[in-house]
């Protein structure tokens, strides 16, 4: 073996490693210094049972305590799905036993409209949106596919779309190819080598006069590079005129998003993953600035029909509207993700994501520690790349998708580590390669690190001997 195996008193002074970051992350913010209005016992709407307390380790391990995980497993795959704090659970209960006892009352004498206005105006604040730019979805495919099939894009009209897209995007996009002769062109990323820079560049190279739409991933789910957003939006689309859509699965509830300063057109995202809501919810922002899209496309009367509505022939209910009312929906559940998001404000969302990127910066440092540089870590180091996620690959073998879902399954099976593994092109014409995805969010802490990088070391010497 190329590596010996860590001793404890490496682990320990990895720790103290990490309390510095941890740390350094805590003081960040200036929000992040004021303790949430829950932690000293003054709740909110709907609060969650806590005591007193600042912030620090013994601060997040009572956020644990408000999951109901599994503690034989460690789960690190929010990246597939998160997990609702008790109190969620609680008030999802109680708001669907108030559905079934008089199933009327989610709505009152106007039907469901002022219930669900009231909780976008919770949300919308939290994102940095208007009230009437965030639609509640049922996940990140819904907004994607409802903002895909309602631009009125036609034949010859261009999409650019990055080389590591969920299908969530690219299933979408491959309708609008077949049926209507749009054309996709696929932008190769910067993988191994990411800089913010080559993103934009990657974007600025390929515009072309055909290019109607700049579609990308916040955050990638392939190795949780997160792209530079703003700067995409407003050196490459914003210019040329092009509205942007971005996939932000992984940004809502990890990263504190201002859709606003973002400046896209279109953001997509799940309610169900790091933010830690019930199954099958989203949140899809569309900004009101139809009236630039029409100068845009002024060749064209219609730019957006909301096709995926209930409402889709009524304009003078407003887009908003327009795309919310899709038939009747899960009431209990969209109350349940503003309960959830509250939750997230109270805390702070800036030191989530302070916390969430310490821990993944710590998971990265003790890969390459304990795993040498024949590791490969897809996942970028700065800071402003980063995310929750960690994507890497222990093997010299990395196009082999078996060894690796082996790997993945004895984890789960032998060290109770769940995580998942992801399969993409480092670039466009590369070979394929596979890496392991570890999720950390706040519910976990420097010892899950500590634990699940020391489970991968293990299993891979026992694997290679
Ligand atoms: C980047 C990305 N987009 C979209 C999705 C689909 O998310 P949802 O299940 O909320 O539709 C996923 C799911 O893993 C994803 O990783």
């Given at each position: 073996m190329k590596n010996e195996r860590k001793n404890k008193q490496d682990l320990m002074m990895d720790r103290r490693r990490f309390l510095r970051l941890a740390g350094a992350a805590a003081a960040g913010g200036t929000a992040a210094a004021v303790a949430p209005s829950w932690a000293r016992g003054a709740g909110k709407r709907e609060p969650f049972a806590h005591g007193s307390g600042r912030s620090g380790r013994g601060f997040w391990r009572r956020i644990s305590r408000e999951f109901l995980l599994d503690p034989r497993t460690t789960y690190m795959n929010i990246g597939t799905t998160g997990s609702m704090p008790r109190?969620?659970?609680?008030?999802?209960?109680?708001?669907?036993?108030?559905?079934?006892?008089?199933?009327?009352?989610?709505?009152?004498?106007?039907?469901?409209?002022?219930?669900?206005?009231?909780?976008?105006?919770?949300?919308?604040?939290?994102?940095?949106?208007?009230?009437?730019?965030?639609?509640?979805?049922?996940?990140?495919?819904?907004?994607?596919?409802?903002?895909?099939?309602?631009?009125?894009?036609?034949?010859?009209?261009?999409?650019?779309?990055?080389?590591?897209?969920?299908?969530?995007?690219?299933?979408?996009?491959?309708?609008?190819?077949?049926?209507?002769?749009?054309?996709?062109?696929?932008?190769?990323?910067?993988?191994?080598?990411?800089?913010?820079?080559?993103?934009?560049?990657?974007?600025?190279?390929?515009?072309s006069p055909a290019t109607r739409l700049i579609m990308f991933s916040h955050i990638t789910y392939k190795t949780g590079a997160r792209l530079p957003a703003k700067r995409i939006c407003q050196e490459v689309a914003i210019p040329n005129g092009i509205p942007t859509l971005i996939d932000g699965a992984h940004a809502i509830g990890m990263i504190d998003l201002d859709f606003h300063e973002l400046d896209c057109d279109f953001y997509a995202g799940s309610g169900h993953k790091w933010q830690c809501g019930p199954g099958a919810t989203g949140i899809l922002y569309v900004r009101d600035n139809l009236a630039r899209l029409r100068d845009f496309w002024s060749d064209r009367p219609d730019v957006f029909w909301p096709i995926n509505s209930s409402l889709a022939e009524y304009p003078f209910f407003g887009l908003q509207l327009q795309l919310q009312y899709v038939g009747n929906d899960n009431y209990p559940a969209k109350r349940a993700l503003a309960d959830a998001c509250d939750m997230w404000d109270e805390i702070g969302r800036d030191r989530i994501e302070s916390y969430v990127l310490s821990l993944s910066a710590y998971c990265k440092e003790l890969i390459r520690d304990t795993f040498g540089s024949s590791a490969v870590i897809y996942s970028p180091d700065a800071p402003e790349l980063s995310s929750g996620l960690t994507a890497f690959n222990p093997f010299d073998d990395r196009g082999d998708a078996a060894l690796l879902k082996e790997f993945r399954d004895r984890l789960r099976e032998e060290y109770g580590f769940i995580v998942r593994t992801t399969d993409f092109h480092v670039t466009l014409d590369g070979p394929e390669e596979h890496a392991v995805r570890i999720s950390t969010h706040l519910f976990h802490d420097e010892r899950d690190v500590e634990g699940v990088v020391a489970a991968m070391y293990s299993l891979f010497t026992d694997m290679m001997s």
């Open positions: 109190h969620v659970i609680a008030n999802y209960d109680r708001y669907n036993k108030l559905v079934a006892r008089d199933p009327w009352d989610m709505g009152g004498e106007w039907g469901p409209w002022p219930y669900m206005s009231e909780l976008v105006a919770r949300i919308a604040p939290q994102m940095g949106a208007d009230n009437h730019e965030i639609i509640l979805t049922r996940n990140t495919t819904d907004g994607m596919c409802s903002v895909l099939e309602g631009l009125n894009l036609q034949p010859g009209d261009e999409v650019l779309y990055t080389h590591h897209e969920h299908v969530a995007g690219t299933s979408p996009l491959h309708v609008l190819q077949q049926r209507f002769g749009v054309i996709l062109t696929k932008v190769e990323i910067p993988v191994l080598d990411a800089t913010e820079q080559g993103y934009v560049d990657a974007f600025a190279n390929a515009v």
